[in-house]
C-alpha cells in the first residue's frame, strides 16, 4: 500500500494512493472521527503517550504534553536530548515512538504485514539535517520511504493534478510552523522548481502565541509549566480556528490554566493588527521570489492560511490570482500520494534552496574563501536519477585537513557567504599519510607539512534526490579515503527545551 504523508508541526495528514483515487486516511477516537493524526508526545513519570492519546491526555494533572515536534529537528542532532518539565528524553526515541504508533493505527486498518510505502513531504527549506532524522525516524518506525518532496512542489502536483494547470505556479503555503513558498513551472507531466523561499521559524503555531500573549501578561506567560501552556495554547488554537470573514470578537476560556480564571475577550481587529506584521513577513517572501516574473496563478495551502487576513493581505497585493485550495490541510499529503502511486508519471524537478559549500584557505592561509559546492538553484536529480556529482582535486598544504561545511541564503560580490548562514558538519581528514590509521583526529596539531605537500586529495561530493549530500575524500598517491555523510550536527546543544524553539517578536508600539 502507498500513502502520502504529509509530517505537519501541528498535523500529520495521510493520504492514499488507492487506483487513481487519493482519499485521506481517517483515524477514530473515542470522541469522532479526524482526517489527522496528532504529533504530539505526553512524559510522566517514565511513562510515554504519542498521538491521540498524547491528546487525551493534556487535560490530565501530571502529563507533559510536548507539541510541534517538528520544529525542533531544524537545530537538532541524532544524539540531541530533550528537556520537558524537567524530563530529558532523546529527541529521536520520540521521534520513532510517535511515528512508531502511527504505523501501528495505519496497520489497523489496511493490515499489519501490509508494506506501508510512502512519499514524505518537508518543509523547502529543511537542510539535509531534518531530512536525514525525519527519513531515519520513519525506516525506525517500520516504513519504507520512496522519497522527500518539498511540501509546496507536493501541492503543486495537487492542484495541477486537480486543475489540469499548464503554466507558472506560485504556491504560497503557511503551515503549522514553518512558510515556504515555491515558483514551478507546469506542464502536462513535468513540474520543474524555479526557486524557493521560506522561514522555517513562522507558522500558525505563531498565531495561537500571539493571542495568547494578548490574554496574560507576559511574566505570567513565561512562567507556565510546559503542560499548563500547551493547554493554553490549544485553547488560542481553536478559537483563531473558528474565526470566519464576519467575526468581531474572540472569547478564550483561561479555565485551561486555572478553574476559575474565567473568560477574556480579544476584539478580532486587535488580534489581526498583531497578526500583520507577521503575514507581511511571508508576503514580502513571496513577492522577492516572484520578483519580474510573470505567474499565471497564486496557490494557497497550509493550515495557517485558514486565518481570513491571510487570504485578505494576499488578494491585497496579488489581485485575482490567488487560488486557495479547497484541502488548505491535505493538499501537500494528496500531491504525495499521487506521487507515490504506481500509475503517476509526475516528473518533478527540485533545486537546492541555498548554497551549499565549505571554507577553504587561500593566500597561504591568510585569508579563508567560500567554495560553493552546490549553489543555490542547482536542479537536484530526480527520483531513479543517478546522484549529482562535483568533485575537487588539489595538494593539500597542512597535515590534517579541517573541512567545516556550511549553506547560506546569499553569496556577496566578493564570493563570501551572505544573508542566513547556518553552519554544518566539521570533518577532520588526514592528509599526511602517517594519520592515515589513526582513529580520530581530535587534538592533532594542524601545521604545515612536507609530506602532506607531495599528496593528491580528490575530493567528491555526491547529492541524491533527496537532497543529502555525501563526501568521499580520497589520497590517490597513498590510496586510502573516507566516506562522509554530511548533517548539521556541528555544535549543536545536547539539550534543547520546548521553550526554546518559540518564535521571538519585537515588542508592539
Known amino acids: 500500500m502507498k500513502f502520502g504523508i504529509d509530517f505537519g508541526t501541528t498535523r500529520i495528514v495521510v493520504a492514499a ?5 487519493y482519499p485521506l486516511v481517517p483515524f477514530e477516537t473515542l470522541d469522532s472521527t479526524f482526517e489527522w493524526f496528532p504529533p504530539l508526545v505526553a512524559l510522566r513519570e517514565g511513562q510515554r503517550r504519542y498521538g491521540w492519546d498524547a491528546w487525551h491526555r493534556q487535560a490530565e494533572p501530571g502529563w507533559t504534553v510536548i507539541r510541534s515536534v517538528k520544529r525542533y529537528l531544524e ?49 523547502a527549506n529543511a537542510n539535509s539535517n531534518q531530512r536525514f532524522l525525519t527519513v ?7 516504513f ?15 492542484f495541477g493534478h486537480r486543475q489540469r494547470f499548464v503554466g507558472r505556479l506560485l504556491v504560497y503555503d503557511l503551515g503549522g510552523g514553518t512558510f515556504d513558498a515555491s515558483l514551478v513551472e507546469l506542464d502536462e507531466r513535468t513540474h520543474t522548481v524555479q526557486a524557493t523561499e521560506g522561514i522555517s521559524t513562522l507558522g500558525g503555531d505563531d498565531f495561537d ?44 476560556d483561561l479555565d485551561v490554566i486555572e478553574e ?14 498583531r497578526c500583520r506584521p507577521l503575514i507581511e513577513e511571508t508576503i514580502a517572501a513571496t513577492v522577492r521570489l516572484a520578483g519580474d516574473t510573470t505567474v499565471d496563478a497564486l496557490y494557497v495551502t497550509g493550515g495557517g492560511s485558514e486565518l481570513p487576513l491571510v487570504a485578505r493581505m494576499l488578494r491585497e497585493e496579488f489581485g485575482r490570482k490567488v487560488k486557495r485550495s479547497e484541502y488548505t490541510r491535505s493538499a501537500t499529503a494528496i500531491g504525495l500520494a499521487i506521487q507515490a502511486g504506481e500509475a503517476s508519471s509526475y516528473t518533478l524537478r527540485e533545486v537546492f534552496t541555498r548554497n551549499f559549500g565549505v571554507w577553504r584557505e587561500s593566500e597561504s592561509g591568510q585569508r579563508m574563501i567560500f567554495d560553493p559546492i552546490f549553489p543555490r538553484g542547482t536542479r537536484l536529480p530526480a527520483a531513479g536519477e543517478p546522484p549529482l556529482s562535483v568533485s575537487r582535486r588539489y595538494q593539500p598544504v597542512h597535515n590534517v585537513g579541517d573541512f567545516r561545511y556550511l549553506e547560506a541564503a546569499g553569496v556577496d560580490q566578493n564570493g563570501q557567504p551572505s544573508g542566513d548562514i547556518t553552519v554544518w558538519d566539521e570533518i577532520l581528514f588526514p592528509f599526511d599519510p602517517a594519520l592515515a590509521e589513526r582513529p580520530t583526529l581530535t587534538g592533532v596539531t594542524v601545521e604545515k607539512s612536507d609530506a602532506a605537500a607531495r599528496q593528491e586529495i580528490e575530493e567528491h ?6 537532497g543529502v549530500v555525501t563526501v568521499t ?10 566516506e562522509f555523510k554530511l548533517g548539521r550536527w556541528s555544535g549543536k546543544a545536547a539539550v534543547v527545551r520546548p521553550s526554546a524553539k518559540k518564535r521571538t517578536r519585537k515588542a508592539s508600539t
Open 136 to 142: 531515519d525516524a520513519f525506516r525506525r518506525a517500520g
Open 260 to 273: 476559575g480564571r474565567g473568560q477574556v475577550t480579544v476584539p478580532v481587529a486587535d488580534y489581526y493588527d
Open 17 to 21: 494512493a488507492d487506483r487513481g483515487n
Open 144 to 158: 519504507s520511504v520512496l522519497g522527500l518532496l518539498n511540501e509546496p512542489s507536493a501541492a503543486s502536483i495537487e
Open 209 to 252: 502565541r500571539v493571542l495568547a500573549e494578548m490574554t496574560v501578561s507576559a511574566e505570567e506567560l513565561a512562567s507556565l509549566d510546559p503542560a499548563t501552556s500547551f493547554r493554553l495554547e490549544e485553547e488560542c488554537r481553536r478559537q483563531k480556528e473558528a474565526l470566519h470573514p464576519n467575526s468581531r470578537r474572540m472569547v478564550v
Open 473 to 482: 575524500i580520497q589520497n590517490t598517491v597513498s590510496h586510502y579515503g573516507r
Open 461 to 466: 561530493y555526491a547529492c541524491d534526490a533527496t
Open 75 to 123: 537545530d537538532a542532532g541524532p544524539e540531541t536530548l530533550l528537556d520537558a518539565g524537567g524530563v530529558t528524553v532523546a529527541l529521536a526515541d520520540l521521534m520513532q515512538g510517535l511515528l512508531s504508533e502511527l504505523r501501528r493505527q495505519l496497520g489497523e486498518r489496511f493490515g499489519a504485514r501490509e508494506p506501508l510505502e510512502i512519499m514524505l513531504g518537508v518543509p
